[in-house]
C-alpha cells in the first residue's frame, strides 16, 4: 500500500468548504485525516466535524480550587502558626477570607486557563507544520491525507466542489 498524501483544497466561502468535507467522507476519508484551516473560527457545527474536547476548563477549574485553598492556609494558618492576640479583635479574620479568597482564586482561575490554553495550541511548535499564506487572506482551506490511488478522483471532486486551488501541501518550518 501506498504512504499517504496530504493535500489542500482552497475555498472562498463555506458552504463549498461544507460539502467538500461531507465529500470526503462519503469517500471514506476519517475525520482524523481532515483539517480546516480558517483566518474565521468555524463551530464545529457549522463543518460537520465532531465535538472537540478540551481540557482547559477541567484545569481552570483546579486552579480556582487551589487558589481557594492557598487563600484559605494564608488567611487562618497565618493566625494558627502566629497568634497575636489584639483587644476585642477575633484572632481568625474572617471578612478578609472574602477579599483575599476572591483574589487567589481568580489568580489560580486566569494562570492555570492561561497555561492550560498555552499548552493546548501546541505552542511551541517545534516541528514542521501545515501552513496555507490564502488563509490570511480570508480563505478556507481543506487540509486532507488520501491514499495514492484516491489522489486523481478526489481532487477532481474538490474541483467539481469549486475549490479555488488543489495541491499537494508542504509543510514549512515557522
Known sequence: ????IKISALFS?????TAA????HESGIDDDKIEVIS???????????????SFVPKLALGG???GMVIAILMVFGTPALFPLITGGQ?????????IVGFE????????????????????????????????S?????????????????????????KAESVKPVEAINL
Do not use: H, W
Open 64 to 66: 480556582a480550587i487551589a
Open 90 to 98: 477575633p484572632l481568625f479574620p474572617y471578612p478578609a477570607l472574602i
Open 39 to 53: 483566518g474565521i473560527p468555524f463551530s464545529e457545527q457549522v463543518l460537520g466535524r465532531p465535538k472537540v474536547t
Open 137 to 161: 487572506d480570508g480563505k478556507i482551506a481543506v487540509l486532507f491525507q488520501c491514499p495514492d490511488d484516491q489522489q486523481a478522483p478526489l481532487e477532481n471532486a474538490m474541483k467539481e466542489l
Open 1 to 4: 500500500m501506498s504512504e499517504p
Open 21 to 24: 468535507i461531507e465529500k470526503l
Open 104 to 135: 487567589m482564586t481568580m489568580l489560580g482561575l486566569m494562570g492555570i486557563a492561561f497555561l492550560g490554553v498555552f499548552l493546548a495550541s501546541r505552542f511551541p511548535a517545534y516541528e514542521a507544520v501545515d501552513y496555507i499564506q490564502e488563509v
Open 13 to 17: 466561502d463555506i458552504e463549498p468548504a
